[in-house]
C-alpha cells in the first residue's frame, strides 16, 4: 500500500451544513489568514440536507448582515401560523391559539440544503476550501491520543474489498482541530462521543424521525408564507411527533412528518404513517393534481439539555446537531446550528484550540434557550394530552420547574410482539398500523421504493454495503419472534428485507438493500438489539434531495 497523501490545515471542518458553513465564515471573518477547509459527504453541498425550514433569521443577520439584499433562492416571509389537532381521517380542530414556541412572524420558509448551497460561495469568498464528495471515514489521532485530522475513505472499492479500476486511495487531512459538525447521529461524532465518554455525565440522546416532500401544486393552492402544524392523527397519542406544512412561491408546498423514535409500537411504520397523513380530508385536496418534486427522510436530534455531551476532547470539537443543539418545541435547530458555528469560531479564533469550548457553548444564549425548554420534549413520554399539559406549564414558568425530566434511549423503549400486539392493536396488521385509524392511499408515492426514486439516492451497487449488522443469525431467530423484524418498517427506504433463502438454516436471511439508503440512521438508532452501524459510504454517494 503506497502512502496517503496528506493535505495539512489551521482547522479542519467535517459537514457543510449550516453549523460548519457559519463556523468556517465567522472564522475567516476574524482571522483572514488562518487555513479552514470543509469536507461534505454529498456530491455538491446541500445535496442531502434536509429539514423542515422556518427559520430564525437572528443568527444570520449577524453572520452576513447584508444576506437580505442576495437571500437564498427559497426564503419565504412567514406571515400565517396555524395549529391543528387531527381527530381521525376525516376531521380536525383549529386551535384558536397557536402555542408560543410556534409563533413565526419574522421567521422565514427556507430549503436548508438550497440555504447551504447559497452559504458555501459566502464561505470560499473569504477564503475557505470547500470539498464535496469527501466522506470522512474515520478519525486520525496523534501519538498522544488527541484527534488530528480525519481520514477520506477510498473510492473505487468493490463490495468483496477488492480494488477496481478506478480505484482512488483517500487522503489524509490533518489539522490542530477538527471540527465536527456533521448533524444528527454522525459518522464520526457517534464513535468520538464513545472513545472519550464525551456522554458519560448526561442522558442518552434520543430521536425522531422526519419524512418530507416537496410538491409542485396547481395553480392558487398554495398560499406563500402559511405555516401549518398539526398534532394528533394518524398517530396514536401514545407517540410524540406531528406534521408540517410550509407553503413556498412558485405553487410549492412542503409536507413533512415527525415521529419520536422512543415509540413503543412494534409495527409502527412512520412511512405508512406519513403516508396516511397526504390522504387527511383536509389535506389531500391540497395534493391532488400535483405532483412531487423531491422527497426524503432524516433523523432529527431531540435529546436536547440533559443529553447535551461534553462538546470537547483533545483536537476536537461538536456544534450544531453532531452536539445535540436542536430547540425540540420550536421544531428548529438552524439557528441554533448558525449560533454555535459562531460561537465556536470566536472560542477558536481568541484561544486556538478545544479547550474550554464546552463551557463556553454552556454559558452562551444556545445552552440557555435549550435548558428553558428541556421538559417538554420528555414530558410526551406519558402520552399527548400530560405532555401538552406539561408543556403548558413549561411554557408558562419560563422552564424554572425545579426538576429535569430524564431521557432514555430510543433502542430500549420498543416493546416485544407479546407485550404489546393484543389488545392494544385491535386486530391491525403490519401494513394497517392501526385499523380504525386506515384510509386507502391514493396519493403517490404507493411503496418506499416509489419514495427512494424521488430521494433520487444514488450508490454504486457494487461498493461495501455501509449498513453494518453485527450478527445476521439475529434477525431470523430472537429478532423475527420478538419482534416481527421493526427493521422492515422503521426504514423508509426499503433498505432492509427478511427474504426467503432454503440454504439458510431458518429458511430465511436478511437482505440489505444497501443502494436505497437516504442516510436517514434510523437504523443505527431504533434497533432494539443494537446490532446496526451506519457507516459513511464512498463520498458522493447518497441522496440527492432538490430543495429540501
Partial sequence: MSERDIMEYDVVTVGAGPAGLAFAIRLKQ?????????????????????????????????????????????????????????????????????????????????????????????????????????????????????????????????????????????????????????????????????????????????????????????????????????????????IYGGSFLYHL????????????????????????????????????????GGSIVSAGARALIEGGWQSLPRLEMPGAILIGDAAGLMNVPKIKGTHQAIRSGMLAASHVAEHGAAAGWDAALRASPVATELKKVRNIRPGFNKGLW????????????????????KNHADWSSLEKISAYEAPKRDGATDDQFRKRNWVERTLPPRDRLAEVYFAATEHDEDQPVHLKVADTNVCVTRCAAEYQNPCTRFCPAGVYEIVEDAAAATGKRLQINAANCVHCKTCDIKDPYEIITWVTPEGGSGPNYQNL
Fill in 249 to 288: 412561491d412558485q405553487n410549492r408546498i412542503a409536507i413533512g412528518f415527525v415521529a419520536g423514535l422512543d415509540y413503543k409500537d412494534p409495527l409502527f411504520s412512520p412511512f405508512e404513517a406519513f403516508q396516511q397523513l397526504k390522504n387527511h380530508a383536509t389535506i389531500k385536496p391540497l395534493f391532488e
Fill in 30 to 238: 476574524l482571522k483572514p489568514d488562518i487555513r479552514v477547509c470543509v469536507i461534505e459527504k454529498a456530491s455538491t453541498v446541500g445535496a442531502q440536507i434536509l429539514s423542515g425550514a422556518v427559520i430564525e433569521p437572528q443568527p444570520l443577520n449577524e453572520l452576513l448582515p447584508e444576506w437580505g439584499r442576495n437571500p437564498p433562492p427559497i426564503c419565504v416571509p412567514v406571515n400565517k401560523d396555524e395549529f391543528w389537532y387531527l381527530r381521525d381521517p376525516q376531521s380536525g380542530i383549529k386551535s384558536p391559539v397557536v402555542p408560543p414556541q410556534m409563533h413565526n412572524h419574522g421567521n422565514f420558509i427556507v430549503s436548508l440544503g438550497a440555504l447551504c448551497a447559497w452559504l458555501a460561495p459566502q464561505a470560499e469568498a473569504l477564503g475557505v476550501e470547500i470539498y464535496p464528495g469527501f466522506a470522512a471515514s474515520e478519525p486520525l489521532f496523534d501519538e498522544s491520543g488527541a484527534v488530528c485530522g480525519v481520514r477520506i475513505g477510498d473510492m473505487g472499492v468493490a463490495k468483496d474489498g477488492s480494488h477496481k479500476p478506478s480505484y482512488t486511495q483517500g487522503i489524509d487531512i490533518k489539522a490542530p482541530l477538527t471540527v465536527l459538525a456533521e448533524g444528527c447521529r454522525g459518522h464520526l461524532s457517534k464513535q468520538l462521543i464513545a472513545k472519550y465518554r464525551l456522554d458519560a455525565d448526561c442522558d442518552p440522546q434520543t430521536y425522531g424521525i422526519g419524512i418530507k416532500e416537496l410538491w409542485s401544486v396547481p395553480e392558487g393552492r398554495s398560499e406563500p408564507g402559511k405555516v401549518v402544524h398539526t398534532l394528533g392523527w394518524p398517530l396514536d397519542p401514545s
Fill in 386 to 405: 400530560l405532555g401538552l399539559a406539561n408543556a403548558g406549564w413549561e411554557t408558562v414558568t419560563g422552564g424554572l420547574s425545579p426538576w429535569t425530566l
